[in-house]
Structure formats: C-alpha cells, structure tokens
C-alpha cells in the first residue's frame, strides 16, 4: 500500500487528537491538514517498517509546538460561518449527564499542562505504547511515565472537585 493511501487512515485518529489538544473544532481541522501536508511533502524522510502513526503524531506534535510559540502574535480564532454548524450541534442529548461528564473530561483536560495532557492523550486516547509516545514527543520514556502518572493524578483531582495535590479527609 501507498504511504499517501495509508495516510488516510490515520486522518480519524488524527482528528481526534487535534480536538483534544486544541479544544476548538475549526483549528484542530487546520492543524490536521497542517500536519497532513507536511507528512506528504515529506514522505521521502519517512522509513519503511517503522510506524507511520508514531511518525504522523510526531508531526501533529512538532507542528502544534510551532503554532503555540507563535500564538502570541496570532489573533484569536472565531468562526463567523454559521451555516457551517451541523444541525444536530443543537440536538438535546439522550443521556445529560454522560453529556456533563464528556463536558467535565474535557474541561479537566484542557487546566492540564500542555506537555502532560499530551501524554495522557496520546496513552489514553490514542492507545500509543509508551515508546511510541515518548518517539512522538521525542522525550525520555521515564518522562513519558511521569507526566503520564502526574496528568492522571491531576485529572483525578480536577474531575473529583478537589485541588490537585491535596488529600480527601475521610470523615466518621
């Protein structure tokens, strides 16, 4: 199979990702494309049997890193395409409260330092290996273990109410 066929399949994955990491529908498209467009005008550094997935999220990574540095001298991103929302962006859930705790995740992701919600993302979402991530990020693995164990212990904290860091009292 094509490098460029087998790119396609990653676009979902890639997706969601983006989605996760930038919380915002219509930049989480443009950095996928991003990140498709330079793989493709790449395709010559990429080695055969080695992970095209690993490779693509480096990518994403490398090209996320890019825009958050040049952030400062962008200006704020706001869709004024109003046809462009789907329909069914208005539809009342079946469940609200899964709905709430989908709202709560994300929003418990999103007061995650960068570099850790990365990792919990690219382990937890994207099911990637701690190798495969700690290539991604192009980080120790060690590293990979610890941002991944203090992200979960923050999200712990964050989604049960608490302050990061600070210890429930069990009270008799």
């Known amino acids: ?23 915002n529908r219509d930049l989480a498209d443009d950095l996928v494309q991003d990140t498709l467009e330079r793989a493709l005008s790449r395709t010559e550094r990429f080695q055969a049997g ?29 869709s004024v395409d109003d046809d462009a929302v789907p ?30 919600r990365a990792v919990v993302l690219l382990v937890g979402l994207e099911e990637m290996s701690y190798t495969d991530v700690a290539l991604a990020l192009d980080i120790p693995i060690g590293t990979v273990m610890s941002r991944l164990s203090r ?15 600070a210890k429930l009292q069990v009270v008799r």
């Open 87 to 116: 329909e069914g962006e208005f539809a009342v859930q079946a469940n609200p409260t899964r709905a709430l705790e989908v709202r709560d995740l994300d929003y418990a992701l999103q007061r995650l330092p960068a570099e850790q």
């Open 50 to 78: 080695t992970d095209l997935r690993a490779w693509l999220f480096t990518i994403m990574h490398n090209v996320f890193a890019n825009q958050v540095r040049k952030a400062s001298t962008r200006a704020v991103h706001v």
């Open 151 to 165: 992200g979960r212990e923050r999200l712990r904290a964050l989604m049960a109410g608490t302050q990061p860091g």
């Open 1 to 23: 199979m094509d490098i460029r066929n087998e790119l396609m399949d990653h676009v979902p994955r890639l997706r969601r990702y983006a989605r996760a990491l930038v919380n």
